[in-house]
């Protein structure tokens, strides 16, 4: 019984300490690692507290993370991530993975640091939350460093619109210069100007990211624009920062030496660009040019030997880009040695797997055939509703062309004398309850459709304002057109002004499509569907226009 009770109190004063580390990470890093630590022989000693040790990880990876500690192990961050799994939208789910995806990018492992990022932005129950914007950040910058620019201008812009970023003018500087680095080797050379200008212009930035953005408007305004007084106003701003033996810079300022013609000056910053520089391709450019450089100053054997020097390069760029596709197959290699040892091993299992194969395949094909059956099943009686509502349209107009016997009224002749004509008002157009039943049917058909999880998957691009491919648009038109077929034609026959592209956009706007989706498909800016919208509505009768439109 004292050992219950003494557990019981044991295990109220470890809950009380984890939230107390948890209320004052945001404040206090140091002091929740402090608190975190008294704690770690408790947690290890009795690890079937399964909900204890993963807060317990989960707090000490951030805790680590905010103490600018590199994380150079993922085995407390996997400990949460088992613990809080992926099936439910928690903060602390969504934690679990963000941390184990700044574990992994500070290990190097940026492939899984990605997909520990995207699997956490679908786990944040809130995406106002802060750490849901970082989470945005971090993508976009293993998207850069990866070359994955549209990517990485999607995560950044949608950073850039956070409550996190805005509130913060220092978020905002180093938001705007990452976005200005990729709008640079985007080639969006104004988009980049204006970026690093806000960069040069928000006086809470740091030093670093205001020459580093000196430093891109220089090459910005050299390489691309060719402006060199731009260039080297921008250079002289620089200054010393990054020192003067800085490999990047002195490569910059050879280039403009030999376009201005000061061959000898450009010669010795090259040579200085490759003694003071690690990064290859640094290197190698500074060996092109000493190529060229060393031919006007009629130097051919120093010619013949950068040229050397340049082609070895170059093939030590093909080497390193080729490790990856090396490694790949030599990985599989290894599979496939393995894979044989196994089978050989288990030769004596495969009778049994074997037989275990059949049953698994008799289920499959039964269960393709039952779902098989079932879509016909749907099919007949979706298309058994469409006669059933075109035979009720059938039925309506010929009631509707029956002429109407009345009586003869001996009176009617004085009667049309003595009171004065009415005019007729015409009806409305007949039949829109009819169409509004087939519209519910297309509706559930197009939920069912391949269309709808392909707009889905691209939602992505659909806010980015991007089109449809133009094979993917014209497939998708020809599915409206047959699914639509029946309400284009009585939408022809009672307006007969009205185009194809005037009834494919009322078929989007009558499946329920915003105006983002519609542009998307229909290959269009977001101005020109209002035009059309304007136009359709001289087109169509009122009766008409309200029922797609849903306004008169």
Not at 126 to 141: C, P
Request: charged fraction near 25%.
């Amino acid at each position: 019984m004292l050992l219950a009770v003494t557990s019981c109190q044991r295990d109220t004063a470890v809950r009380s300490a984890l939230a107390r580390a948890e209320a004052v990470m945001e404040e206090n890093p140091q002091e929740a690692r402090l608190i975190l630590d008294s704690l770690s022989h408790e947690i290890v000693n009795h690890p079937n507290r399964q909900s204890d040790l993963a807060l317990w990880a989960l707090l000490r990876t951030q805790a680590d993370y905010k103490c600018d500690i590199p994380l150079r192990s993922d085995s407390l961050a996997r400990i949460a991530t088992c613990y809080y799994g992926t099936k439910r939208k928690t903060q602390r789910a969504a934690l679990a993975q963000h941390y184990l995806g700044c574990a992994y990018s500070d290990m190097g492992r940026d492939m899984d640091a990605i997909d520990a990022f995207l699997r956490a932005s679908t786990l944040f129950p809130d995406t106002t939350n802060k750490y849901f914007a970082n989470n945005l950040f971090e993508l976009g910058i293993l998207y850069t460093n990866h070359h994955m620019l549209d990517s990485a201008w999607v995560a950044f812009s949608r950073y850039r619109q956070t409550a996190v970023c805005n509130s913060d003018s220092v978020n905002i500087g180093y938001t705007d210069y990452h976005m200005g680095y990729v709008a640079l080797r985007q080639g969006a050379d104004d988009v980049a100007d204006s970026l690093f200008r806000c960069v040069e212009q928000n006086t809470t930035c740091s030093n670093y990211i205001h020459y580093s953005s000196y430093f891109h408007l220089a090459k910005l305004y050299y390489y691309h624009k060719h402006d060199i007084e731009v260039a080297i106003t921008y250079l002289d701003k620089l200054g010393n920062y990054f020192g003067q033996e800085n490999g990047a810079v002195l490569s910059l300022k050879a280039d403009i030496l030999t376009e201005q013609q000061q061959p000898t000056l450009a010669y010795e910053l090259s040579i200085k660009a490759i003694n003071n520089s690690t990064d290859i391709y640094t290197q190698c450019s500074s060996y092109q040019r000493l190529v060229s450089i060393t031919f006007l100053l009629n130097m051919p054997d120093s010619t013949r030997f950068y040229f050397n020097q340049y082609k070895a390069l170059q093939d030590t760029i093909y080497v390193l880009s080729k490790q990856k596709e090396i490694a790949e197959v030599k990985d599989k290699h290894i599979v496939e040695i393995h894979d044989q040892q196994m089978r050989a091993r288990n030769l004596r299992m495969q009778f049994g797997v074997g037989i275990f194969t059949i049953v698994l395949l008799s289920v499959f094909i039964i269960t393709l055939l039952l779902i098989d059956r079932k879509r016909k099943n749907e099919k007949l009686q979706f298309e058994q509703k469409l006669r059933d509502i075109k035979q009720r349209h059938i039925d309506q107009n010929i009631k509707e062309e029956e002429p109407e016997t009345e009586e003869e009224n001996p009176n009617d002749s004085e009667s049309e004398i003595d009171e004065p004509d009415t005019p007729i008002t015409p009806s409305p157009s007949p039949h829109l309850s009819i169409q509004q039943e087939r519209v519910t049917l297309y509706r559930t058909q197009f939920a069912d459709s391949r269309w709808n999880r392909y707009l889905e998957e691209r939602k992505v691009d659909v806010l980015s304002k991007k089109y449809m491919p133009k094979e993917d648009a014209c497939s998708f038109r020809d599915y409206l057109q047959d699914l639509f077929a029946d309400v284009f034609l009585d939408m022809v026959n009672e307006n007969a002004n009205v185009t194809r592209p005037d009834l494919e956009y009322c078929a989007m706007k009558l499946l329920g499509f915003s105006t983002a989706y519609i542009a998307y498909c229909a290959q269009v800016s977001f101005h020109s569907l209002h035009n059309r919208r304007y136009h359709i509505k001289d087109k169509l009768t009122p009766d008409w226009y309200t029922f797609i439109f849903g306004t008169p």
